[in-house]
Antibody, heavy 122, light 110 residues
């Protein structure tokens, strides 16, 4: 059974960097039939896709324009996990962050992590 | 404001049927598959329907999906109190080059 185990701090100060990790069990981060995505959810913005990383003979990343320039998603093959870094956070980045797996061909999210509430506050 | 439009809420009695709509454009629903997600209170969303009308293993056939043009629909028959949740449609938008979602529909089983 594939599982996504998220970890990271629940409180980040404004202007600092939000960092989360998603450990993958039961699948390989290097699988060439899926992508690994971060999505966040807040009352004001609903579900918002942030970006993805995927392996197709080499690593690729795509990011949402709304966070491009502040976001980095990386895959670590040795640890079989992905990470999210979001720089220069503001209170508007307060949300529940989900690590997800997306089936590449049809593009549907077939697996969600449990979510991590990250609050941006001093 | 969400790219995909859903009604904020629907309600019906146990045993009845509800329909949740999801409206988009030719850049999203109109040119690719739609998926639906159920989010029970305090939990992560869960895949309910993929490829417009396919159910993952374990999803009862009370849940069904369809798509026509730039709109998609989720039908739930034989409503149960355990179906009370938020339901979201989602797909890829080829113009915005992002995943887009509906604003969610809260289902109340009266």
């Amino acid at each position: 059974q594939v599982q996504l185990q998220q970890s990271g701090p629940g409180l980040v100060k404004p202007s600092q960097t939000l960092s989360l990790t998603c450990a993958i069990s039961g699948d390989s981060v290097s699988s060439n039939i899926v992508s690994w995505n971060w999505i966040r959810q807040s009352p004001s913005r609903g579900l918002e896709w942030l970006g993805m990383t995927y392996y197709r003979s080499k690593w690729f990343n795509d990011y949402a324009p709304s966070v491009e320039g502040r976001i980095t998603i990386k895959a670590d093959r040795s640890r079989n996990h992905i990470s999210l870094q979001l720089n220069s956070v503001t209170p508007e980045d307060t949300a529940v962050y989900f690590c997800t797996r997306v089936r590449a061909l049809s593009r549907y999210i077939d697996l969600w992590g449990r979510g991590t509430l990250v609050t941006v506050s001093s | 404001q969400s790219v995909l439009t859903q009604p904020p809420s629907v309600s019906a009695a146990p045993g009845q049927k509800v329909t949740i709509s999801c409206s988009g454009s030719n850049y999203n629903i109109g040119n690719t598959y739609v998926s639906w997600y159920q989010q029970l209170p305090g939990t992560a969303p869960k895949l309910l329907i993929y490829d417009n009308n396919e159910r993952p293993s374990g999803i009862p056939d009370r849940f069904s999906g369809s798509k026509s043009g730039t709109s998609a629909t989720l039908d739930i028959t034989g409503l149960q109190t355990g179906d009370e949740a938020d339901y979201y449609c989602g797909t890829w938008d080829s113009s915005l080059t992002v995943w887009v979602f509906g604003g969610g529909t809260k289902l109340t089983v009266l």
